[in-house]
């Protein structure tokens, strides 16, 4: 049976009955390997770059020392360790009267920080306002410092000058253009001032008491192998150890956990790379299945004679199986190796733009393809095998076949669960997975059911237009509403893959960008006093600062929660207990911020005797906090009940003001307030703060536009690798379109021979296939359309998590390109048809 399913496999080659199976297989392998390969290196290189936002790949975070047996575990390890040490200080400089002093934040670091990512540093303070300058080659020498930029106005000292702290007197040598760690409670932090662990004990500065914070910065070295596993491994460790030794001030910080304001930008990275997976994978399988069918129409014939020369139904299936194992391993083998080269391809045209030093390719990648192409075939190959089995003897002489069999049809159920396994294993992601095998299944049947009620509504209209090629089409249309029923919903369902992948997906990078537009806040001023408030805004907008609200912030701290007081063992996780014992900052106001969204209860309506809160989704999950609550906190000495009536859901990627707290006015009319605001502040108006911080010295004024240019370029480097992946899967969806409009030929090539041996015109059935694919074209167009702009929808609403707006550009690019695809894939395929005697057409149909 071997020998003869590779002479049946030699016969159909020669042929060319396998080629375009072969080709839809490979190409469908090789879209998804490319993608594979090119998401696997640039995952781990992502991964890898964002954690130079840490400076390390993992933090250990305590208010006192570091323990001497972590740091030699982390050796152990063969990991590397530097330290930093973190607290606010002032910075002094001049002499006497002239003397100018400034809180600061001072950083003291270890040889060979920082452990990822690499400092920026130049003497120009207008190239370091804009994050420009050239990576240090290490750390700053014994007796100088390093300083954010806003300091040598807001001191009155220069590149060069000195600066005194503590009871020791430096050296200015560079300015901090970009600090990679830098940004984490970036609201707790002063201007930066950086100097050399070793010069830190010389100042006097920490004292007993001091709010100091202790860092051991561990990474592992470069070119070592097991990378991520080692650095892993020690922070399960040090976690285990502070959970065993209940340790007090203690954290563990990585990238999921000590960088907020980048988990939602490296989330929603994560999410669109699985969605070019998951389009892929949908695209993969509409080709390999309407190529399987193809290959089924084309084989009836075929097989009735084997049938009729003796093989068994069994013969005949295990024939063709091995035949398609035959085929699914040397496609997926060729896809594979495409996949392969089209990858570097890729990270050729992409540039500059993703780092020339990303991690190898793995193995997983290439079996990933293979396994794929053996499940897109085994689950859209054996309903048109079992269909195969099932075919007469007397289709020798008679040419008709049955309805399938039940048997045959249930197999479809197989290869759609083949299929969720194959969305679930590409997306890495079980809602992601379930909601677009979920639409995809629903496109297919609503897909079906709008072609059915438009082939019942074009019956009435065949005589409405008196053209011979008009009631040419239509009736060619009636006569096979099974094959155009299928050629719709196959058009309509590549078509919509590709809609996504263009104009919608347009749509969604736009939301995208939104969410951290490049215009967010890049400047925090805090500490504003109430008589304070008119002249800044007043300053601000002299500036050119055209939106900066201004909200009162109180500091209080949670005393009790529903009448119990909140002690060391109301929480045991170390992020909740971290939360319960610091200071809150709370605001009180009547209306909400535009950027925040109630998800729970209702806002409070302001009025005396209303004591009411609004708290924010997370932290309300983490202290395990609900609607209905009612929370005490101490705020300067005085003791404020409130009720919790909403849960809000913050946009923290937006970099505005947010509270996790908001209290309403009435409840803290006799409490004393400061306040904060946020805005962007353009380039060149820089020498404006260092004017505010002069006159207004209780201010702190806080620049988070390098942080902001860090979340920005992450996003940058996302977007423009996405859309390059999203043109490459390009080259499947067009499989899918060939495939639908070419699933019909043969019969299509038997009815035009058979018109025109009846006396049909060449032009008219030109005009009559123009017409026919037209129609068709456009219903599928439209469908596809509706359906990706839903798809657009479910995926900006509930997976990406922002704002959505339809665009009317999908339905009329839908219907446009239904009608010219269908048009021309139609002539493609139908061309050589009308140019041959109708004879020569029959015999070969």
Known sequence: ??????????????????????????????????????????????????????????????????????????????????????????????????????????????????????????????????????????????????????????????????????????????????????????????????????????????????????????????????????????????????????????????????????????????????????????????????????????????????????LTQNQVTAMYLYEFLLVGLLGSAMGVAVGFGAHYVLLEVLGKLVAADLPGPTIWPALQGLATGILLLAAFALPPILQLRKVPHNRVIRREQDAPQVAALATYGLGFAGFAALLLWQAGDAML????????V?????????????????????????????????TSLQRRPGATIVQVVSLALGMMALLVLTVVREDLMTAWRNATPPDAPNRFIINIQPEQKDQIAARLQSAGVAYAPQYPMIRGRLAAVNGKPVTAETYTEDRARG????????????????????????????????????????????????????????????????????????????????????INPAALTEVSQSWITA??????????????????????????????????AVLDQVVTAIEFLFIFTLASGLLVLYAALMGSQDERTRESGLLRALGATRRQLSQAQLIEFTLVGALAGVLAATGAAVMGWALATYQFKFAWAFSPSVWLGGLLAGAVCAIAGGWLGLRSVLRQPPLQTLREG
């Not at 988070?704 to 240019?709: D, I």
């Open 579 to 662: 939360l319960a014992d610091r200071e809150f900052n709370l605001s009180t106001m009547t209306t909400m911020q535009a950027e925040n969204e109630i998800v729970a209860g209702k806002w409070f309506t302001d009025g005396p005797g209303v004591a009411e809160a609004s708290v924010e989704e997370g932290i309300a999950k983490t202290l395990r906090w609900k609607v209905g609550d009612k929370l005490n906190f101490n705020i300067a000495g005085s003791p404020v009940d409130v009720t919790i009536t909403s849960l809000r859901k913050l946009e923290w990627g937006s970099m505005r003001v947010n509270f996790f707290v908001i």
């Open 679 to 712: 805005f962007h502040l353009p380039g060149q108006q820089g020498p404006v703060m260092n004017a505010l911080t002069r006159d207004f010295p209780n201010l702190t004024i806080v620049d988070v536009g390098g942080l902001l240019r860090q979340v920005q």
């Open 1 to 310: 049976m071997i020998k003869l399913a590779l002479s049946m496999t030699a016969r159909d080659w020669r042929a060319g009955q396998l080629r375009f199976l072969l080709i839809a297989l490979t190409v469908a392998v090789a879209a998804l390997s490319a993608t594979g390969f090119f998401v696997d290196r640039l995952r781990s290189g992502l991964d890898r770059d964002a954690h130079q936002l840490l400076g390390a790949d993992v933090v250990v975070s305590t208010d006192l020392p570091v323990r001497a047996e972590w740091r030699a575990e982390a050796l152990r390890r063969g990991l590397v360790v530097t330290d930093t040490v973190v607290f606010p200080s002032m910075a002094t400089a001049g002499e006497g009267e002239q003397s100018q002093s400034m809180l600061a934040s001072l950083k003291a670091v270890g040889p060979g920080y920082p452990l990822r990512g690499r400092l920026k540093l130049t003497t120009d303070a207008a190239q370091a306002e804009q994050s420009e300058g050239t990576g240090a080659d290490g750390i700053p020498a014994p007796g100088t410092v390093w300083l954010d930029a806003g300091l040598l106005g807001s001191l009155g000292t220069r590149v060069g000058g000195a600066v005194k702290l503590g009871d020791k007197t430096f050296t200015v040598t560079q300015l901090i253009a970009s600090e990679p760690d830098r940004g984490a409670n970036f609201l707790a932090f002063a201007p930066r001032v950086m100097l050399a662990l070793t010069d830190l004990e010389a100042t006097n500065l920490i004292q007993p008491g001091s709010r100091v914070t202790y860092r051991m910065l561990v990474a592992t070295p470069p070119g070592a192998k097991n990378t991520a596993t080692e650095a892993a491994a020690f922070q399960e460790w040090m976690q285990d150890t502070i959970k065993k030794a209940n340790l007090k001030g203690v954290r563990v910080e990585s990238l999921e956990n000590g960088r907020p304001e980048m988990r939602n930008t490296l989330d929603r990275a994560d999410r669109f790379l699985s969605l070019v997976g998951l389009l892929s994978a949908m695209l993969a399988a509409v080709a390999v299945a309407m190529a399987a069918r193809r290959f089924m129409q084309r084989h009836l014939d075929a097989c009735a004679m084997l049938r009729c020369l003796g």
């Open 433 to 440: 997975a379930l909601y677009t095998a979920l639409g995809f």
């Open 442 to 474: 629903a496109a297919f049947g609503v897909f079906a059911l709008v072609a059915w009620l438009g082939l019942k509504t074009l019956k009435p209209l065949r005589g409405a237009i008196d053209h011979q090629s008009w009631r040419f089409a239509i």
